[in-house]
């Protein structure tokens, strides 16, 4: 397929692919229902901006909340789990497996378990409404998907490059830095991507580790327009909107750190 | 193993030592009554009105009555949902709010833990309420809730094009069908409402289940099957549409909002919204009934305020805030900004003579039901048997009987 | 099959070590953080799940901390239960539906979009958004798209010709609409890191492949699925365990509904414990979840002992 034809195919592709996300924005233009009409418009003719005055004049906060909360959450998660799936996937440890098997069985446990057994043991210890709390209860999702997933990519790293630098006198930290994390590089982003992305969707956690009182995540801000009696759709998915595009650029740039051949170089043929 | 048994050992002792941490949780001081301590300074309190209009509107009745006792109020709202797991953790960590607002339901439920104190140790007189309302927070004897405002349903209705159709508002069940399958066609249907498989869809079918005389007690009783077969029937017949097994009340408001319905049943919560709607005229009647003259008996709704035992002094100042609160002017207050009916008769006659639109909704308070007054604690799970089969008969899986059959025996009483 | 083009620059070839206790050691310090961390944020929960399916745990536990001790009775209650047979049917169509197609769409995508062409970079972040909106709006859209009378969905296949479906009102297709909402939801997550693994094989190796003549689905047999092997394991693996505890879609799109047609076991124990208030029968589901994931966990861990021992040799 020529070059041409493959950007046609992705873009059509895409196109099928986010039509949903597409009716989020038409919707976001809309007054709230405008959407339930037996004909629905696909483009938002005469469509307004209150959702986007609401949404912008109290989200921001919130926003910026959850950017610190899922980025605290990457570097916690990432420096946690690196070194111990280097150790799971290349060093030789007993009980490995136990360890991996662990690892995969604790995500199984049902979100509100795990966010009421954190409630408590964090009201005792003071670590309601704090940032740090919250990176710490979010990387109970991410650490286990990091280790596995790191895991999983550095098995295929060749021996030889670090028994090379062993040889070479190196120590294992040494080795470690200069050996594995560079070339890791395509599956720590690929882990911090998705470990972003558990944070930032993160609502358990963000609405029972917090009251309110003092900073709010986007996921608990959204509900806002959310009410007992009463959806303002308009509101809801123009904050969904906004709070998409900080994440969409940082998800962009970070996929420009995803290079081709992960042992270009360090290996010769 | 080596690392398998250091592992499990490590796990062992983590988990005593979360354990302990967890039940270290300092214990209240014996709150009891408390009557001889001096009210607390500020106090904690926990709702969902979490939207916008609600929470706006509630927040000044929280400071109205801040101000008038002088005791500061630190608010948290949460989404409704989480209104229940919310106060099953702080039930575990005894770290309840001082005040509390939660649907009448939960009250039950809250109540049994023997967490909550009755509102009449701070002086809480239960005279001039409706008796639906005070059952409604009543758990063995005790009144552990009471509402500044509750709600009901009816039918609302589009007056334009019950015009057009030439179709008067109906008043019983055979005028109600008629004039659906009258006002359906084209894609849209006469009547909208929730039939979701949680307490949404039993609050809306209660209507129909307590106007026909059937009890919850027996779901599987000959009224019961008749008020289900008649709903089914709306269904069947196309004059309401298949979807109500995936609406909400919500998404019945917007149905009704964008013309796709004539006529919806919902609560009065929804007449700020529909109020705001300039090109749409809509009118408001009691639910109709099986038969002529008969009386609708709606299921009450609406938040009930409580205090959980806490500490002497913090329950003191959470029960001055809640007499301000259920008092005269401010129950009138809130009414009015969102469309509740005052739980006391004198306060609802007033208010329905300023707000004619809120007088359908006023009436039915009068021999509305609390959902629990009967099952208490049980009702919960009652309920969910009711929605199933709702569901069930609604979606053509079951007939109508066997539907109901299913529930009695999944209901377990 | 492994990595025959790599070979050391330094000629001098190590002899084989046994592991010395020091490296033992470091391999233990390099676990530590995680360790601990695991132990101590996931240990309570773990066990206090287990021990509260064996009693008869109601709202009035919370409160009280009493909660009187019932075997397994929780776990036979749930089992006779005949809601037990509907969600646990419905559990494995929506895994292995949701799994099949997320994965051979992802890699599909993956393959697709692994060569160099204009805006191959930005179409591919571009289809990471569906995992950035929240499920509440996800849940909503899609709700919107399924509507029967007025969705999208059946707009367009009206205009095709095709009669409209009643996604979320009929028993029979509601689950078919969940699990297409959910594929639709966890695409992305196959497509980036297969992706990511696509990157990681060696183009040389594709080049001396194509020298010796063999044809892209060649190709794609002999060099990409087996150098992609740790990686689609491990995809599947955490895609079955994200799949069963999928509770927020199902939750949004059709309540569990309707008549229990979407009712999986993770929905049904979340029911049994907040609509019905018995704790101990919903944490007896969420553990007989566990056991399934666990018997999985197994088969994982052998094929990946597999790849291990391949790619060590």
């Known amino acids: 397929m020529t070059g041409r034809l493959k950007t046609a195919a992705g873009v059509l592709i895409v196109v099928v692919l986010l039509f949903p996300l597409y009716w989020m924005i038409n919707a976001s233009f809309q007054p709230s229902g405008a959407l339930l009409k037996p004909d629905p418009d696909w483009f938002p003719v005469g469509g307004t901006l209150d959702g986007y005055r ?90 286990p998907f990091a280790a596995l997933l790191l895991r999983a990519f550095m098995i ?29 590089r395509n599956a720590m982003v690929t882990a911090g991507l998705f470990s972003f992305l558990f944070a930032w969707a993160d609502f358990l956690f963000a609405v029972t580790l917090t009251t309110g009182q003092t900073f709010q995540p986007i996921t608990v801000g959204i509900y806002r327009f959310v009410g007992n009696q009463s959806a303002d759709w308009n509101g809801i998915m123009a904050t969904a909107v906004l709070a998409s595009i900080p994440a969409a650029i940082l998800l962009v740039v970070a996929q420009r750190y995803v290079v081709a051949g992960m042992t270009s170089g360090a290996v010769k043929d | 193993m080596f690392v398998l048994r250091r592992g499990l050992l490590a796990a062992a002792g983590v988990a005593t030592a979360a354990t302990l941490v967890s039940g270290c949780s300092p214990s209240p001081a014996p709150g009891g009554t408390g009557s001889s301590a001096a009210p607390a300074a500020s106090i904690t309190e926990l709702d969902y009105y979490a939207d916008e209009q609600g929470s706006a509107a509630w927040q000044k009745i929280l400071d109205t009555c801040s101000t008038q006792t002088g005791i500061k109020i630190q608010r948290q709202s949460i989404p409704t949902a989480q209104m229940l797991p919310k106060i099953l953790q702080g039930a575990s960590s005894r770290s309840l709010p001082n005040l509390l607002f939660t649907d009448n339901p939960t009250l039950q439920q809250v109540a049994s833990t023997g967490a909550l104190t009755p509102v009449t140790d701070y002086g809480i007189s239960t005279d001039g309420y409706y008796p639906s309302i005070i059952k409604a927070g009543t758990y063995q004897d005790k009144v ?105 009340q919500n998404d019945v408001a917007d ?106 909704f006023i009436d039915e308070v009068g021999t509305a039901k609390s959902r629990t007054a009967e099952l208490g604690e049980k009702y919960p799970k009652v309920s969910q048997a009711l929605a199933d089969a709702i569901q069930a008969a609604l979606t053509g899986k079951q007939p109508v009987d066997q539907a109901l059959k299913a529930a009695q025996q999944a209901s377990g009483s | 099959m492994t990595l025959t083009a790599a070979r050391p620059s330094v000629t001098r070839r190590p002899a084989a070590r046994k592991p010395r206790a ?21 240990g309570y929960p773990l066990v206090a799940n287990l021990v509260m399916s064996t009693q008869n745990y109601t709202v009035r536990s919370f409160y009280t901390g009493e909660a009187p001790f019932v075997g397994f009775d929780n776990y036979s209650a749930v089992l006779n239960n005949p809601l037990f047979s509907t969600a646990a049917l419905n559990t494995a169509l929506f895994t292995v539906g949701s799994i099949v197609f997320q994965f051979a769409i992802g890699l599909a995508l993956a393959t697709f979009f692994n060569g160099r062409f204009l805006g191959s970079t930005l179409l591919r972040s571009l289809l990471l958004l569906p995992w950035l909106l929240p499920l509440v709006v996800s849940g909503a859209v899609w709700r919107w798209m399924f509507d029967t009378d007025h969705g999208v969905l059946n707009a367009a296949l009206r205009a095709v010709g095709v009669d409209p479906v009643p996604w979320l009102t ?114 007896a589901v969420g553990n007989i979840l566990i056991v399934v994931a666990t018997v999985f966990g197994f088969v994982y861990l052998r094929s990946a002992k597999a790849t291990l021992a391949e790619t060590a040799s």
């Not at chain 2, 005269?328 to 300023?354: C, I, N, R």
């Not at chain 3, 020091?22 to 996931?42: H, T």
Request: aromatic share 10%; with cysteine.
């Open chain 2, 255 to 360: 149905q009704f909002v964008t013309g796709n319905a004539a006529m919806m049943i919902n609560g009065s919560w929804n007449l700020a919204r529909l109020d705001k709607e300039t090109a749409l005229h809509y009118g408001v009647v009691p639910i109709p009934v099986p038969q002529a003259g008969g009386q609708p008996s709606v299921a009450l709704g609406g938040e009930v305020g409580a205090i959980p035992i806490t500490d002497a002094a913090a329950q003191q100042a959470a029960g001055k805030v809640l007499s301000c609160i259920l008092s005269d002017p401010t129950m009138l207050e809130w009414s009015k900004a969102h469309a509740y009916v005052p739980s006391k008769t004198a306060v609802a006659a007033k208010f329905g003579a300023e707000t004619p639109a809120m007088q359908a």
């Open chain 1, 156 to 184: 295929s790293i060749p021996r030889e490059l670090t028994e090379a630098s062993r040889v070479d006198g190196a120590g294992y930290w040494r080795t470690f830095f200069s050996i594995i994390v560079p070339v890791s």
């Open chain 3, 22 to 42: 020091s490296d033992r050691f470091v391999a233990v310090a390099f676990l530590l953080p995680a360790i601990v961390y695991v132990v101590v944020f996931f």
């Open chain 3, 170 to 283: 009929s028993t029979s297709w509601a689950l078919p609409a969940v699990i297409l909402t959910n594929i639709w939801i966890g695409i992305p997550f196959n497509l980036v890191i297969l992706h990511g693994g696509l990157r990681a094989i060696p183009a040389s190796l594709y080049e001396a492949a194509e020298l010796d003549g063999a044809s892209a689905w060649q190709r794609f047999r002999h060099v990409t699925w087996p150098l992609l092997r740790p990686v689609t394991g491990i995809v599947l693996m955490l895609g079955l365990v994200y799949t069963i505890k999928v509770f927020d879609v199902i939750m949004v799109v059709t309540g569990g509904g309707p008549a229990n047609a979407t009712q999986t076991l993770t929905t049904w124990s979340y029911r049994l414990s907040f609509h019905d208030f018995a704790f101990g029968q919903g944490a």
């Open chain 1, 54 to 143: 609401k949404a912008l004049s109290t989200q921001g906060p919130n926003l910026l909340s959850s950017v610190f909360i899922a980025l605290g959450t990457v570097v916690f998660s990432l420096a946690v789990a690196m070194p111990a799936s280097y150790a799971l996937a290349q060093l030789k440890v007993r009980g490995g497996p136990v360890i991996v098997f662990v690892m995969l069985i604790v995500q199984m446990i049902p979100g509100i378990v795990m966010a009421n057994s954190l409630y408590t043991v964090f009201s005792n210890l003071g670590l309601l409404d704090s940032y740090l709390g919250l990176v710490l209860a979010d990387s109970t999702a991410t650490i």
């Open chain 2, 144 to 248: 552990y809730g009471l509402a500044p405002g509750v709600n009901g349903l009816a039918l609302v209705y589009n007056k334009d094009l019950l015009q057009a159709a030439g179709v008067q508002p109906p008043k019983t069940w055979d005028e109600l069908k008629a004039a659906a399958v009258k006002l359906s066609g084209n894609g849209k249907y006469g009547l909208a409402f929730s039939a979701i498989p949680s307490e949404e869809g039993t609050w809306q079918f209660l209507p129909f289940f307590w106007s026909n005389g059937a009890d919850l007690s027996s779901l599987d009783s000959p009224k019961a099957a008749q008020a289900l077969q008649y709903v089914t029937d709306l269904v069947s017949g196309g004059a309401a549409s298949k979807s109500v097994v995936t609406w909400s």
